[in-house]
Structures are given as structure tokens and as C-alpha cells.
């Protein structure tokens, strides 16, 4: 079964400042990657996703993450961080899900960023 | 936005008491998803259905049942509700494609008192 670890719980950057969120990945096959983000009393949104190609996937509001098969990582980045992207960042993956023919996403536990203005 | 509406938005109840959760899609997709969301543990699947009347368990589905009778409603119901299911409660649609991206409903916030 496929899991997913974000080692960071919270952080907290200042604003203007660079931000990467990890996440790590257990899966035996080319996985599907997506990126979601929470703000306080919403829903998920989607961020990115990677499905295949390219490495180096861009994704909504200036976010980017890289995909590193030799490391089964996924990390989310933004050059600059503005005071609205505090949120909570989920990483997900997806894998085939037998019985259904679906694919089904096994999300991380989460990491929460806090902005210093 | 993805035409998911989630009802009610907040219940509080009582221990023992049968709730049920709907949500309904305007998107004519084939899979729906029930998640709950807890402090700690991000996402769990409890439930998901891939057509009418055709679901399956996830991760977290004891005390849980569900029912799709129409396409565009997929129900979640706690048929005696436990402090332990004071969660918040997502539904989501796979997009198209289906190649597991989800688009979700706003939460539906439960309390069991």
C-alpha cells in the first residue's frame, strides 16, 4: 500500500522569504502526485499535480514542486512567500485502487505554514 | 469550482443518535469519496462509491455506511454516532480523467456530544 510522510508539522517563514515543504513517498510504481492546500474552514484545493514528464511541475498562486524518483520526494516550493499563503499543505498520492478501477489518493498528514509579516 | 455542496455544514449530537451527511455533485461524475479530517492524521477514506449503488470500504469505514442511489448524491451515515466520529467531513469527486485528482466539497463539521 501507498503512503506518504510530510516530516514537518508547522512552519514558519517571514514573508518574501523562500519556502519548501517536504513530503516523501511509499509507492512501487510511478505514482501520481498532487499538492493540495487548506485555508482555516475550506476545503482542499488543488495546488499541482504530477502524473509524468517532466520533473518540474507548476502549479497555481507561484508554486512549483520537483519530483525525485531516487528519492521518492515531492517537494513543494515557492521562490517568495506571501502572507495569504498561510494555509495547510497536503501532499497526496494516487494509485490504482483494485475492485474499482479508480485511483485513489492516500493524503499526508499535513503541514501547517505560518507567515511572519 | 467543482459543483459539490455538502449538508449540513455544522450538526452537533448526541452519543447514540443515527446522522447522515449529504452530498450532491453537479458535475454528473462517476466516483464520490467520503473522507473524514482529524488533528494529526490529515485525510482518511472511509468510504467511496464508483457508480449507482456500487460503493466500497476505505481506511476508516467501522460505524460508518453509505448510499449512492442517484448520481449526483452520495450519503454517509452514522447509524449510532460515537465522540469518537466528532470530525470534520469531506466529500470529493475524481476529476476527469480519472486519475485521482479530487475536487471537494467544504466540510461538513460534526460534533457528537
Known amino acids: 500500500a501507498q503512503s506518504v510522510t510530510q516530516p514537518d508539522i508547522h512552519i514558519t517563514v517571514s514573508e518574501g522569504a523562500s519556502l519548501e515543504l517536504r513530503c516523501n513517498y511509499s509507492?512501487?510504481?510511478?505514482?501520481?502526485l498532487f499538492w493540495y492546500v487548506q485555508s482555516p474552514g475550506q476545503g482542499l484545493q488543488l495546488l499541482l499535480k504530477?502524473?509524468?514528464?517532466?520533473?518540474l511541475v507548476q502549479g497555481i498562486k507561484g508554486f512549483e514542486a520537483e519530483f525525485k524518483r531516487s528519492q521518492s520526494s515531492f517537494n513543494l516550493r515557492k521562490p517568495s512567500v506571501h502572507w495569504s499563503d498561510a494555509a495547510e499543505y497536503f501532499c497526496?498520492?494516487?494509485?490504482?485502487?483494485?475492485?474499482?478501477?479508480?485511483?485513489?489518493?492516500?493524503f499526508g498528514k499535513g503541514t501547517k505554514l505560518s507567515v511572519i509579516p | 469550482d467543482a459543483g459539490i455542496t455538502q449538508s449540513p455544514r455544522h450538526k452537533v449530537t448526541e452519543t447514540g443518535t443515527p446522522v447522515t451527511l449529504r452530498c450532491h455533485q453537479t458535475?454528473?461524475?462517476?466516483?464520490m469519496y467520503w473522507y473524514r479530517q482529524d488533528p494529526g492524521h490529515g485525510l482518511r477514506l472511509i468510504h467511496y462509491?464508483?457508480?449507482?449503488?456500487?460503493?466500497d470500504k476505505g481506511e476508516v469505514s467501522d460505524g460508518y455506511s453509505v448510499s449512492r442511489s442517484k448520481t449526483e448524491d452520495f450519503l454517509l451515515t452514522l447509524e449510532s454516532a460515537t465522540s469518537s466520529q466528532t470530525s470534520v467531513y469531506f466529500c470529493?469527486?475524481?476529476?476527469?480523467?480519472?486519475?485521482?485528482?479530487?475536487?471537494f466539497g467544504e466540510g461538513s463539521r460534526l460534533t457528537v456530544l
Open positions: 470529493a469527486i475524481s476529476g476527469p480523467g480519472d486519475t485521482g485528482e479530487l475536487f
Open positions: 509507492y512501487g510504481a510511478t505514482p501520481y
Open positions: 504530477y502524473f509524468s514528464g517532466d520533473t
Open positions: 497526496a498520492v494516487g494509485a490504482p485502487y483494485s475492485g474499482a478501477g479508480s485511483y485513489q489518493l492516500t
Open positions: 458535475e454528473n461524475h462517476r466516483y
Open positions: 462509491s464508483y457508480g449507482v449503488k456500487d460503493t
